[in-house]
Structure formats: structure tokens, C-alpha cells
């Protein structure tokens, strides 16, 4: 069904609201992201991730990742990405087109980690092996190695999108309706 919003600065606006409440709610579709990247041989890569943050004001998203993944390798040899959403709720797709700056540390890691290490994802950011290592086999993996020193040093990195501009679908009966825009521009565009 098609929304009833109507004007551009009204539709803006939801989309914002809808990507900030993804980050709390953990039932929002638009949680789970597609998140693409461009790898060093040029060719695509996607996974899906957490959407963590929202700041509509900044215009930024953020992820958490381990620092260590093939993913952060992309991002410094190509720093931009593309965020794909899709909620049947609503009947919306976003693609989130964005460039990226990723911290291994500083106060903002410090920050989160301090939250993350006392949450059960903490492990995940605590293994002794990279993501994407070999293991000898399925077993290997039971229990996740995690790293031996006595205070282990976590390799949890955030990566955020500073979003350039953002395509938004609506699929309706009615007849769907796309624009794409940015911060100071809007288009209407053929769905
Ligand atoms: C529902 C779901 C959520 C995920 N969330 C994250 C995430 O927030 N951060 C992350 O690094 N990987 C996340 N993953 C794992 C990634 O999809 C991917 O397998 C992993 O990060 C390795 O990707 P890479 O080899 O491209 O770096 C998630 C996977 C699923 C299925």
C-alpha cells in the first residue's frame, strides 16, 4: 500500500525515523541490512549486518565489525559501500550509498566496547582467529579460540558511512513511486 506521506521533506523524515528505530528495535526489517563493498580484485562483495546507529542530522550510519574481517581490508582499499534495506512493512527500499571512515580505536571504541564486552556479542570480537581463517574442520570452530592473554585485547572496530545519498522505493498497487536524494537535493525518478 502506498504510504501517505506525500511531500519530500515528510518522506525524508520517515526514513530517518525508520533507520534510527532499526537500531533499537530488534524485530525492524530494516535492522539486517545488505551491506556491499568493492574488493581489491573489483569485484562485489555483500553480507549482511547490524545496523547500529543513526544520526539523521550527521547523515551517518554506523556498523560494528572486527576489525580483522575482509571487509575492513575493502573498505581501506575502497573507502565507500552501499547499504541495502528492504521492509515489507512498508513496502520500502533503501540502497544507502555512502563513503566510510572505520576506528580501530580511540574514545567512541573505548565507548561501545565498554557496552559490547558486557553483552553476550562480546565473544565475537574476542577470538583469537581472524574471521575467514581456515579451520581444519566444522569441529574446530565448536568453541571459538578466544584469545589467551589474561585481559585479551577485543578487535572490535566501527565502521561508519557518511551517507552521499540515499534511493528510496516504494512498491504500491497503486503504482510505486522512487526518488533519490541528498542532503540539499530531490529527484523523482521512473520506479
Ligand atoms: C543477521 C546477520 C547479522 C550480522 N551482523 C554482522 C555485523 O553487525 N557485523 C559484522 O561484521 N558481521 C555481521 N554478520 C556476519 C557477516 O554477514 C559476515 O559473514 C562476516 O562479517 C564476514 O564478512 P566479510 O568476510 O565480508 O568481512 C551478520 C550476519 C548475519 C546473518
Not at 550527521?58 to 580483522?68: F, M, S
Given at each position: 500500500m502506498k504510504t501517505s506521506l506525500q511531500t519530500e521533506p515528510e518522506i525524508r523524515q520517515r526514513i530517518w525515523m525508520e533507520l534510527q528505530r532499526a537500531t533499537q528495535d530488534r524485530h525492524h526489517e530494516w535492522r539486517t541490512p545488505v551491506l556491499a563493498t568493492v574488493s581489491?580484485?573489483?569485484?562485489?562483495?555483500?553480507?549482511?549486518?547490524?545496523?547500529?546507529?543513526?544520526?539523521?542530522?550527521?547523515?551517518?550510519?554506523?556498523?560494528?565489525?572486527?576489525?580483522?574481517?575482509?571487509k575492513v581490508a575493502e573498505l581501506a582499499f575502497k573507502p565507500a559501500l552501499m547499504l541495502a534495506f528492504w521492509s515489507k512493512r512498508l513496502n520500502w527500499q533503501l540502497r544507502v550509498k555512502a563513503s566510510v571512515s572505520v576506528q580501530h580505536s580511540g574514545p567512541e571504541v573505548d565507548a561501545v566496547w565498554a557496552r559490547v564486552s558486557q553483552s553476550h556479542a562480546a565473544g565475537d570480537y574476542l577470538s583469537a582467529r581472524a574471521p575467514g581463517d581456515l579451520l581444519q574442520s566444522a569441529a574446530d570452530d565448536a568453541e571459538p579460540a578466544l584469545a589467551s592473554s589474561p585481559s585479551p585485547s577485543h578487535n572490535l572496530a566501527i565502521i561508519t558511512a557518511q551517507v552521499q545519498s540515499i534511493d528510496w522505493l516504494e512498491l504500491s498497487r497503486e503504482g510505486h513511486r522512487r526518488a533519490v536524494f541528498q542532503a540539499e537535493a530531490w529527484e523523482w525518478r521512473v520506479a
Open positions: 581489491a580484485d573489483g569485484l562485489p562483495q555483500a553480507r549482511s549486518v547490524v545496523l547500529r546507529h543513526a544520526d539523521a542530522k550527521l547523515a551517518t550510519l554506523q556498523i560494528y565489525t572486527d576489525g580483522r574481517s575482509p
